[in-house]
């Protein structure tokens, strides 16, 4: 059973840091293509990064150069570690399994993420 969870969530200062952490388990981790979302209030789900099995990444236009994704194959985790943080940055932040190579997406529950002084 394919189980993803995140944590690491909760309030963080304008400018401060956080790094978010997807624990994986029931399937073969290290060969699959990982991501982050985020969805804030009243907003639709976007496309915070990508890790790919190799370790290359990709990121949404508004957390280039502040948000990096990162991979531990030996732990089964992934992380984001998010700076210069913004009140925008406010979001739920979601770990997402991609179907690469092969299968079904899943869904992590979700972590809040508040930016506020």
């Known amino acids: 059973q394919v189980q993803l969870g995140e944590s690491g969530g909760g309030l963080v200062q304008p400018g401060g840091s956080v790094t978010l952490s997807c624990a994986a388990a029931?399937?073969?981790?290290?060969?699959?293509?990982m991501s982050w979302y985020r969805q804030a209030p009243g907003k639709e789900r976007e496309l915070v990064a990508t890790?790919?099995?190799?370790?290359?990444?990709n990121y949404g236009d508004s957390v280039k150069g502040r948000f990096s994704i990162s991979r531990d194959n030996a732990k089964n985790t992934v992380y984001l570690q998010m700076n210069s943080m913004k009140p925008e940055d406010t979001a739920v932040y979601y770990c997402?399994?991609?179907?690469?190579?092969?299968?079904?997406?899943?869904w992590g529950k979700g972590t809040p993420v508040t930016v506020s002084s």
């Open positions: 029931g399937f073969t981790f290290s060969i699959y293509v």
């Open positions: 997402y399994r991609t179907p690469r190579p092969y299968g079904m997406t899943y």
């Open positions: 890790v790919f099995t190799a370790g290359t990444t």
